[in-house]
């Protein structure tokens, strides 16, 4: 069977500068997990004691901190500031981007409409910037029970699916007098859903590779899964099981932003293991 690697794949910029970031700061805290990847988080405990706590309460008077690559609320922020100065933020650049849009439209009148899920910590956290209370919905079917304000600003958590973003921007744009669109999806997202989605047309079989509770990891599933039937996600090597490739003559490997190079070279190794 040959495996083939979608073109771009894996680490995207701000996981690989949150990471660089931990293992400079060893004996450090991260509030929440620092990306979604069990196993990197694993990694960083055993190598660096780089470990997570989600309560902000327990932070010591001037512990190391570091804020997880998703960022954290406002009011998260304006607390740990009570509590330590020593804080390194790993938020991601393209998630501040947002967070910053929300707080500057929010002023100027503009409801806000966020195509995410409400329940993410990258969401939570933009949401907290805005000076109204902003609309988040995840598919477009859900706009349509909602009321439409004259002046609308619509963002995008980063990691969603670009086309679904588009669609909901085409439905927008007529309800109202005006209508600010701001792409906040990330350009690795965006090149590595397209590689997927490219990958998928050409193989019989697909497997995905990142932790399981990762938005943009589900997102490139998904995407496979709408050109390629026989897809799988899995976090790890060991979850491979030769029956779903019996017969298969092609084998597409993607992954997530938040996995890194380590793990996504064990499942090729097992793959192509397999006859």
Not at 125 to 139: A, H, L, R
Request: charged share 25%; hydrophobic share 35%.
């Amino acid at each position: 069977m040959e495996v083939k690697l979608a073109k771009n794949y894996g680490f995207c910029f701000g996981v690989r500068r949150a990471i660089k970031l931990a293992e400079s700061k060893p004996n450090s805290i991260t509030l929440g997990p620092l990306i979604h990847n069990a196993k990197e988080i694993e990694r960083l405990k055993e190598n660096f004691n780089v470990v997570v706590n989600e309560n902000i309460q327990e932070v010591k008077p001037n512990q190391e901190v570091i804020i997880r690559t998703h960022g954290i609320t406002k009011n998260d922020l304006e607390e740990l500031k009570k509590k330590t100065n020593n804080i390194t933020d790993a938020t991601c650049p393209f998630v501040t981007k947002p967070q910053e849009i929300c707080e500057r439209m929010s002023k100027e009148g503009y409801q806000i409409i966020i195509f995410g899920d409400v329940k993410h910590p990258e969401v939570k956290g933009v949401m907290s910037y805005c000076q109204n209370e902003p609309v988040v919905i995840d598919k477009l079917e859900a706009l349509k029970d909602i009321k439409i304000s004259d002046k609308v600003a619509l963002i995008s958590q980063t990691t969603k699916n670009v086309e679904i973003f588009l669609k909901i921007a085409d439905f927008l744009i007529p309800q109202c007098s005006e209508c600010r669109v701001f792409n906040t999806i990330c350009n690795a997202t965006f090149d590595n859903q397209d590689s997927a989605r490219s990958l998928a047309k050409e193989v019989d079989v697909m497997v995905i590779v990142g932790g399981k509770n990762s938005a943009n990891t589900k997102q490139l599933y998904n995407i496979s899964k709408e050109f390629c039937q026989d897809c799988y996600l899995i976090e790890e090597a060991q979850e491979l099981q030769e029956t779903w490739f019996i017969g298969k003559q092609i084998c597409g490997v993607s992954a997530g932003a938040s996995t890194p190079n380590w793990i996504i070279d064990k499942v090729v190794e097992r793959l192509k293991s397999f006859k």
